[in-house]
């Protein structure tokens, strides 16, 4: 009997023998990784509670799987200023995903990181990482997303990209690459993006790139290519986004393109392609967005076929070098919303038939050879913001249907052969929409009449060399200046009583050479005297920030801070010509926007007070307030202050120049909004919750941006967010009770502040949660949140809620990201402010929802107020119709641990 059960004994032991030791394997694999975790010092403070083996598993950007090994090391934008080499990656062999952008990480991606064999997601974009993709890379063969956007390498080992076979999105944008792109690329058979932008790559493109068949994105712009663009590119069947602008293509545009007949987006811009546009795009009948401008070599003309094209809503054909008519077919394209046709040599009459645009908000035909009246049916174009027919030999009368478009901002006549009065209703009628005039150029045509003081409301007007007569009003010659009506010897005013100087001469872009001649001794004793005496007073009155001293005169801006006052006011004077109309690409309440290239080839906004707003003590406090504030705030996602000039007779603040504009524009632009896609948007949400929650957090003491609208969020050329406007910013002050007038933008603010003045860091989530919304579904929300707040009976789906010119998203990430933002939204706007949650809560909240479960989008909707709060998303649903109850609880507990209650929820609906 004894030894039957030591036997027994003998055979349990050897049974367990390899879990034990399996299960020590474990401990000694989890014990390494919190080591190495330990030893990196990325977590600071939280490392101190590594009291246990397990322990790591709960820092933040820590994820692990039921053994308690690390899977997960996810850390974006977490400031970590550090070499990779000083990072162990050897010692998590089962790293799934690593993220590790938007921090100072610097140096070479070491080899080490070939070790991370399972990994299947590495981003390391947005850091000052540099020298070459390492060979060992050829180790991660389970690697479907490589994103190294945004750094400085240099070099790119052929055979390690080739053999990176599961990847499905290539990142390599925004870094120093150079020499040709390798075939290798062509073995990454299931690549569904790739994006090579703004690099040195160049030579040809190689054919294999034609084997990318499930591709749906191509990105190879900004690059220094020299030849043809290959004809195996029409092998890409898939491809939905082709950007080949900036990238030193000759030759002719290949007929093969018309191949790709799924193909939505098309840029072709700025390279040498000549000959003429062929047929084939022609078949593109998916074409939402064309463009093809600034290729000079071009020429021919514009085919009758691009009536085909019936789903465009951009089309730009500028500065090709066409001749012949306007094709009547342009005017059938019912979905336009952007049409450039300038620069070119088009001749005959505007169709009447443009009337049919009624979706086209931007119009630029200047600079041809077109004739004939300008269209009555114009006035048909009710959605059209920026009118430009300039330098053309357009004749007759202004029409009146102009002055009721309700939109319109920007009207450029100019340097054509017009005649007759100016309607006094371009000053009178547009101040009853809440839009304005801020631009009218009416210079260079024959307008003959008075000049009506009604125009005193507009932003700028240009009436020189014309044929105006009579007094003109001392209220147009103060705002505008003398300059603006030159050129006009039966117009005059009274110098004594306007309280001006004689008319001198304004740098516009159309005075003719004999009167530079005649006026160029005075200008340059005025210009002498001006520039000195602001000299003087920037030198000793301008505020500065120590930082970097300039190393001469026409030092890179970008570096310093502390700028010689004298030098940046005479070159920003110098690159916006005296501030001339022609570089204005904006005008708001007390200011107007200045684009400019500085000498040493930056690019910069400038936002320059209005001489007469600048005597208004509250306008002139804001001015200060945005500079002083700026001056002290450094994030990625918000708007970068360069410099500032403070006198009180010229104010202007010196930012980062952001070339796309405004989200609120953006997502009015019918083409921009369909190239602002799901994944962009998502990012763009998250980068502004970080941006406050860095201010309302990070900040010491906090900051409050209080007027948080799609108009103060800018978006770069990758359209990237920066939040930006902090006018009526002010410091959250802990112990008073931060009383102050009530600011921001309608449709924004919190309803508390109707009945408080008391200003919390939640009014600001208040106006993030309405832009989240006004995001997703493409317009402002308003409609929408008086809708749910009646508490409706039947759920309101979703999908029916999202952008209509985007395609539903059906990637299961997106389709999360997307009901994710949804619901944090809806706690944003929640009508108490005590249960809105922090945008730090907000932002922890996005990097938490990867964990999450999803459901397609069709199965998801946002029901009315409910409590307690759920994102519900079932596994299963009951043959009865009824959801799995226990997957809803458990998903609550999950999504609710960080967030405060709300009044609103989101569920799934069978």
Not at 758 to 763: A, C, G, I, R, Y
Not at 842 to 860: D, K, M, S, Y
């Amino acid at each position: 009997m004894d030894v039957v059960c030591s036997g027994v004994v003998l055979l349990m032991i050897l049974a367990v023998a390899p879990v034990a030791v399996a299960a020590a394997k474990e401990s000694a694999v989890n014990l390494l990784e919190a080591e190495a975790l330990l030893t990196s010092g990325w977590w600071g403070d939280s490392s101190t509670t590594a009291t246990n083996i397990s322990a790591h598993c709960q820092w933040p950007g820590i994820i692990c799987n039921d053994v308690g090994s690390v899977t997960e090391i996810l850390l974006p934008n977490c400031r970590i200023q550090d070499e990779l080499t000083n990072f162990s990656f050897s010692s998590f062999r089962n790293l799934v995903r690593l993220d590790l952008s938007r921090n100072g990480l610097y140096g070479a991606i070491p080899r080490q990181i070939g070790a991370l064999s399972k990994l299947t997601y590495l981003n390391l974009s947005s850091n000052e990482l540099e020298g070459e993709l390492p060979p060992s890379l050829v180790n991660l063969t389970q690697l479907a997303h490589l994103d190294v956007s945004w750094n400085l390498i240099d070099s790119l080992n052929p055979p390690c990209i080739g053999n990176l076979t599961n990847l499905v999105t290539l990142d390599l944008s925004h870094n120093s690459f150079f020499g040709p792109i390798p075939p290798t690329l062509g073995n990454l058979k299931r690549l569904l993006e790739v994006n090579l932008s703004y690099n040195g790559f160049s030579g040809s493109i190689p054919s294999t790139l034609g084997q990318l068949s499930n591709l749906l994105s191509l990105d190879l712009s900004n690059n220094h290519f020299s030849r043809f663009l290959p004809k195996e590119i029409g092998n890409l069947k898939s491809l939905v986004e082709l950007d080949i602008s900036y990238s030193g293509f000759s030759g002719s545009i290949p007929p093969a393109l018309g191949q790709l007949s799924n193909l939505a987006s098309l840029d072709l811009n700025n390279n040498h392609f000549n000959g003429t546009i062929p047929s084939a795009l022609f078949n593109l009948t998916n074409l939402s967005r064309l463009d093809i401008h600034s290729n000079p070599a071009m020429g021919g003309f514009l085919s009758e076929e691009i009536g085909k094209l019936k789903s465009l809503a951009k089309l730009d054909f500028s500065g090709l070098n066409l001749s012949g008519a306007l094709p009547s077919s342009l005017c059938g394209l019912t979905k336009l919303v952007s049409l450039s046709g300038a620069q070119n040599q088009m001749h005959g009459s505007i169709p009447s038939e443009i009337g049919n645009l009624k979706y086209l908000e931007y119009l630029d035909l200047g600079s041809n050879r077109l004739t004939g009246q300008i269209p009555p049916t114009l006035g048909n174009l009710t959605a059209l913001f920026y009118l430009d027919i300039s330098s053309n030999q357009i004749s007759g009368s202004l029409p009146l249907g102009l002055v009721d478009l309700p939109v319109l901002q920007i009207i450029d006549l100019s340097s054509n052969q017009l005649v007759g009065p100016i309607p006094t209703q371009f000053g009178d009628d547009i101040i009853k929409s809440e839009w304005y005039l801020s631009t009218l150029d009416l210079s260079h045509n024959i307008l003959s009449g008075t000049v009506p003081s009604s125009l005193s409301r507009l932003g700028d007007v240009d009436l020189s060399y014309n044929a105006l007569e009579g007094e003109l009003p001392c209220e147009l010659v103060n705002k505008f200046g003398p300059g603006s009506f030159d050129g006009n010897p039966d117009l005059h005013y009274t110098s004594a009583l306007c309280g001006a100087s004689p008319p001198v001469m304004k740098n516009h872009r159309h005075h003719p050479p004999y009167y530079i001649i005649g006026h160029g001794v005075s200008l340059l004793v005025f210009s002498l005297i001006g520039g000195l005496v602001l000299y003087i007073f920037c030198k000793t009155k301008v505020k500065k920030v120590e930082v970097e001293l300039m190393d001469n005169k026409h030092g890179d801006i970008f570096r310093i801070w502390n700028y010689d006052g004298h030098m940046a006011y005479e070159d920003i004077i110098k690159a916006t010509n005296d501030f001339d109309v022609s570089y204005c690409i904006g005008t708001g309440g007390y200011g107007s926007v200045y684009r400019a290239r500085l000498p040493s080839g930056k690019v910069v906004a400038l936002k320059k007070l209005h001489r007469l707003e600048g005597e208004n003590p509250n306008f002139d406090k804001s001015f200060r307030n945005e500079a002083d504030m700026l001056s002290k705030i450094r994030h990625r996602n918000i708007v970068t202050l360069f410099g500032f000039c403070l006198h009180k007779r010229c104010m202007f603040l010196i930012y980062e120049y952001m070339d796309r504009g405004s989200l609120f524009f953006i997502l009015r632009d019918e083409t921009e909004a369909v190239e602002l896609d799901w994944i962009k948007r998502v990012n763009l949400i998250k980068g502004i919750a970080s941006a406050l929650s860095y201010l309302h957090h990070d900040c010491d003491p906090p900051v409050i941006h209080r007027d948080v609208s799609s108009n103060n969020i800018l978006l770069n050329s990758q359209l990237e967010a920066t939040l930006s406007d902090f006018g009526t910013a002010r410091i959250l002050e802990l112990d008073s009770s931060n009383q102050t007038v009530i600011a921001g933008t309608f449709g924004y603010m919190a309803p508390e502040l109707a009945y408080t003045m008391v200003v919390t860091e939640k009014s600001d989530v208040y106006g993030f949660g309405v832009v989240v919304l006004e995001t997703l579904f493409g317009e402002h929300p308003q409609e929408f949140l008086s809708c749910i707040s009646s508490q409706p009976n039947e759920p309101i789906m979703l999908k029916d809620l999202l952008d209509s010119r985007l395609p539903p998203p059906t990637n299961p990430l997106v389709v999360r990201n997307v009901a994710l933002a949804t619901a944090l939204a809806l706690d944003c706007v929640n009508a108490n402010p005590k249960c809105r949650p922090t945008m730090q809560q907000v932002v922890n909240r996005f990097e938490a929802g990867r964990r999450e479960p999803t459901r397609p989008l069709h199965t998801i909707a946002v029901n009315q107020p409910v409590s307690p709060p759920v994102l519900s998303l079932p596994d299963q649903t009951r043959a009865d119709g009824t959801s799995s109850l226990s997957t809803i609880n458990e998903f609550h507990v999950d999504i609710s641990a960080t967030l405060p209650s709300s009044n609103f929820s989101i569920h799934v609906s069978t």
